[in-house]
Nanobody
Framework: QVQLVESGGGLVQAGGSLRLSCVAS????????MAWFRQAPGKEREFVAASSWSGGVAYYADSVKGRFTISRDNARNTVYLQMNSLKPEDTAVYYC??????????????????WGQGTQVTVSS
């Protein structure tokens, strides 16, 4: 079992930056693939980024590539999402997700077993 708690959301102007954090409980954090998803009102949950267990490989949605960076600190059981050059269309609730069985790039939220409660990111124009 893994419990995930996100933080770092807030209100920011377009062009600004935010860093989201997700802290995981448990001593086997290093064995989990970690990902970020987001969900805007009236839309389906969409993949944002994912990190391999080591943090050495990262995957991104085309819409955030070059602007967002996922990283993880296994010693702190924490995964981060650095978001730069934010746009109003980035406004959404951002969720942290984890799974032990996923290999490679997995953008289907149904494949992830563990989820945080979400943190709101609002980008004003």
């Amino acid at each position: 079992q893994v419990q995930l708690v996100e933080s770092g959301g807030g209100l920011v102007q377009a062009g600004g930056s935010l860093r989201l954090s997700c802290v995981a409980s448990g001593r086997t954090f290093v064995s989990y693939k970690m990902a970020w998803f987001r969900q805007a009102p009236g839309k389906e949950r969409e993949f944002v980024a994912a990190s391999s267990w080591s943090g050495g490989v990262a995957y991104y949605a085309d819409s955030v590539k070059g602007r967002f960076t996922i990283s993880r600190d296994n010693a702190r059981n924490t995964v981060y999402l650095q978001m730069n050059s934010l746009k109003p269309e980035d406004t959404a609730v951002y969720y942290c997700a984890a799974d032990r069985g996923i290999v490679g790039r997995e953008s289907n939220p149904d494949k992830y077993d563990y989820w945080g409660q979400g943190t709101q990111v609002t980008v004003s124009s």
